[in-house]
């Protein structure tokens, strides 16, 4: 058990802590955070529980966390990522979480961009193109089907093009729709 524990946590300690400083845009609330939901798989592995997709169940368990941690907080929700209400969004990414994550500036320019989706859409992208989540897996953590995952990441990507000006070449759009060459 204990062997278990120690390879999830060096699996997958990074990814829930990444996961929940985006969200509640306090470092050491996220390290509290992450913190509990490694107590928490713990509990569940010493009580017998049977875990058929770790990362899912903790990446379950840290949504649930900051969920609650908003209800209790009664502050402002989720989807407004301002730290001061200046308007500006917050950066989570300290240099000691950018090289962990690798990430450049477009890594934070596409993390910037993903926390101003939807917050339906939001949770899904970043956990399919971010963490690596498979639909089933991120279905699992949002407590959603799979098919719903797999709707909320395409229409994310379709929102994210929006807000990157990637659906814009050129001041045509790029769509779906199509048009005619003459």
């Known amino acids: 058990m204990k062997k278990r524990f120690s390879e999830r ?29 490694f107590t928490r798989y713990w509990k569940s592995l010493a009580g017998g529980e049977e875990i058929s997709n770790e990362r899912a169940f ?15 907080k009664r502050a402002e929700p989720m989807s407004s990522m301002d730290d001061d209400n200046t308007g500006e969004a917050f950066d989570p990414i300290d240099e000691r979480t950018a090289e962990s994550m690798g990430m450049g500036a477009e890594g934070r320019f596409l993390v910037d961009a993903i926390s101003k989706l939807a917050p ?7 956990l399919r193109f971010v963490e690596g989540l498979s639909p089933p897996e991120i279905g699992k953590a949002l407590g959603i089907s799979s098919g719903a995952a797999s709707v909320r990441v395409s229409r994310g990507l379709v929102e994210l093009r929006k807000i990157t000006g990637y659906d814009d070449i050129d001041g045509e759009d790029t769509g779906t729709d199509s048009k005619s060459m003459d």
Do not use: P
Request: hydrophobic share 45%; glycine share 0%.
């Open 9 to 37: 946590y060096e699996a997958d300690a990074d990814a829930i802590f990444r996961f929940c400083v985006i969200r509640v845009s306090d470092r050491e609330q996220a390290l509290d955070i992450t913190q509990e939901t």
């Open 120 to 126: 339906s859409n939001r949770d899904a992208v970043y």
């Open 58 to 72: 903790l990446f379950t368990v840290a949504y649930r966390l900051i969920v609650d941690w908003y209800r209790k």
